[in-house]
């Protein structure tokens, strides 16, 4: 889940994105596209400092648990 916020120039081209993007799959997930109400925050909610260092500490495991690829291998060999 995400959220991203694009500015336009104009109403016009804001109105144009909105309906050629509006219901499109970007890697298998469908977009939903519409104006801003002007109210609406949508920053993600805040982690603890705890939860921040337990985050970070599991994605740094899997990171390194990653096998390094081959460099003189073809990629067929790699995967």
């Given at each position: 889940l995400g959220v991203v916020l694009i500015k336009?120039?104009?109403?016009a081209a804001a109105e144009a994105c909105i309906?050629?993007?509006?219901?499109?799959?970007?890697?298998?997930?469908?977009?939903?596209?519409?104006?801003?109400?002007?109210?609406?925050?949508?920053?993600?909610?805040?982690?603890?400092?705890?939860?921040?260092?337990?985050?970070?500490?599991?994605?740094?495991?899997?990171?390194?648990?990653?096998?390094?690829?081959?460099?003189?291998?073809?990629?067929?060999?790699?995967?």
């Amino acid at each position: 889940l995400g959220v991203v916020l694009i500015k336009f120039k104009s109403a016009a081209a804001a109105e144009a994105c909105i309906k050629l993007m509006n219901g499109r799959y970007f890697a298998s997930r469908e977009l939903s596209c519409f104006y801003w109400d002007g109210k609406t925050d949508y920053r993600r909610v805040r982690e603890t400092d705890e939860e921040e260092q337990r985050r970070i500490d599991a994605f740094g495991q899997w990171i390194e648990s990653q096998k390094e690829p081959n460099k003189n291998a073809s990629p067929e060999e790699n995967d």
